[in-house]
């Protein structure tokens, strides 16, 4: 199946440094990409929408300037969290959309960031 | 606008019992339907999902769910459940073309398979 690869796992960081997390596409072209962030026991909050080569799409309430997310190829998104701090703290997973078919998407496989 | 309802969020079942997560949906058009797993710490994997044609769908690790179109839901069922499959369970819904509209999740529902 298709598979979709999100670096780093876990990083931990120090207050107002910042944090750049990748989602790559493995095995299929995705124009595509999603990133949700997770809180404790709860569902997937959708971040934002990148669409390569064009500025993603943000959802209410999500700091642009704050998550800077570049999608500069078919198959690589990255979301960086600039100036970081404790609130920032959480599980952040990406998901590519394949170009083919239904366009069905795929997941990484989550990054915990903590933020000291 | 669409949405998702998973009304439980919590189920148990003994090792060996069938199991059913609940998964209701509301969309403009036709749905495509998906069920994702999550274990601790990971990100989502991929069940099965719903596109067209016949309403019973089966996944992976003996997973199936069935679209009830007139119910507007898509309950993922196990005829006999194990210990492994204990973790947490997302419904998801999307409306069904070929644009890049964003999916809808459930709020989740967490399956414990008691030995």
């Known amino acids: 199946g298709a598979v979709v690869s999100q670096h780093p796992s876990r990083v931990i960081c120090k207050s107002g440094t910042s944090v750049k997390i990748e989602c790559r596409s493995l095995?299929?072209?995705?124009?595509?990409m999603f990133w949700y962030r997770q809180f404790p026991k709860q569902s997937l909050m959708l971040m934002a929408t990148?669409?390569?080569?064009?500025?993603?799409?943000?959802e209410q309430g999500v700091e642009k300037d704050k998550f800077l997310i570049n999608h500069a190829s078919l198959t690589l998104s990255t979301l960086t969290v600039t100036s970081a701090h404790p609130e920032d703290s959480s599980f952040y997973i990406c998901?590519?959309?394949?170009?083919?078919?239904?366009?069905?998407?795929?997941f990484g496989q989550g990054t915990r960031l903590t933020v000291v | 606008a669409q949405s998702v309802a998973q009304p439980e969020d919590q189920v148990n079942v003994a090792e060996g019992n069938p199991l059913t997560v609940k998964c209701t949906y509301s969309?403009?058009?036709?749905?495509?339907l998906f069920w994702y797993v999550q274990y601790p710490n990971r990100g989502l994997q991929f069940l099965l999902k719903?596109?067209?044609?016949?309403?019973l769908v089966k996944g992976s690790y003996g997973f199936e769910a069935e679209f009830n179109k007139s119910q507007t839901s898509f309950h993922l069922k196990k005829p006999s459940a194990l210990v492994s499959d204990s973790a947490l369970y997302f419904c998801?819904?999307?409306?069904?073309?070929?644009?890049?509209?964003?999916?809808?999740f459930g709020t989740g529902t967490r399956l414990t398979i008691i030995p």
């Open positions: 998901s590519a959309r394949d170009d083919r078919g239904v366009g069905e998407a795929f």
């Open positions: 095995d299929f072209q995705a124009t595509t």
């Open positions: 990148s669409n390569e080569g064009s500025k993603a799409t943000y």
């Open positions: 969309v403009s058009g036709n749905p495509y």
């Open positions: 719903y596109i067209t044609g016949d309403n």
């Open positions: 998801a819904v999307r409306v069904a073309n070929f644009g890049n509209e964003k999916l809808t």
